[in-house]
């Protein structure tokens, strides 16, 4: 069952990739049923995956999907670039928001700055974040979603940590600390693409990166629930 869920989850957006209707959408709008309808997917193998009965944390998963899917879906109704990036962006905020408070259920919490000095692995996350994403949103988003940008930006930084210092077992550790490093580089993707220039296949490496980056974390803490049941 589990195979069949991977195939639908990463096979379903070569369906859109090649369809004219989808191509004739501008990047935000592709973006977004790309990420609704993954999320969608992810919601029902969280569900079906979990061994016992949903509790806060559970609903915490579900309601960080939620969010994407809205924006996604959001991202559908209206044309004005700036409304679709602030709404594509405060997606992201809850989305992150919600996988910060899920680390803080599992114990993670942000470690003193001394400590994170220490571990170079948060250094070079911390140096690719701000030279990367941060730097990016903040030299070439518009001043009317500059502050919001900001916000987000910090957010991940914070995410980062969190992800860093979550208390939990091994294998469940690097798949979400590697699924929020590819959430950065997807949204250093994104950001290029939308502000800087379009590369070849942007919608399509950015799904990879994004869909990996959220199965990864989905993954991790789903092994991580049901290792506390046993």
Known sequence: ???????????????????????????????????????????????????????????????????????????????????????????????????????????????????????????????????GLASLLISLTPNSLLLISFVYSTQMMILCWMAYFRPIPKKAFYMGFAGVFLLVISNLWFALNLFYRNFSYPVGIYYLLYATSHFLLIESILYNRNQDKN
């Open 1 to 131: 069952m589990k195979k069949l869920y991977l195939l639908l989850y990463f096979g379903f957006p070569l369906v859109f990739l090649v369809s004219d209707s989808f191509r004739e959408l501008d990047m935000l709008k592709q973006v977004g049923v790309l990420e609704a309808i993954s999320n969608l997917i992810l919601i029902s193998y969280y569900i079906y995956f979990k061994k016992s009965k949903l509790l806060l944390i559970d609903f915490y998963v579900i309601e960080a999907l939620l969010f994407t899917i809205t924006g996604g879906v959001l991202l559908l109704f209206f044309v004005d670039k700036q409304l679709l990036m602030f709404i594509n962006t405060v997606g992201f905020y809850l989305t992150q928001f919600m996988f910060i408070a899920i680390f803080r259920s599992e114990g993670s919490v942000l470690p003193a700055l001394s400590l994170v000095i220490k571990e170079w692995k948060i250094i070079i996350l911390t140096i690719l974040f701000f030279v």
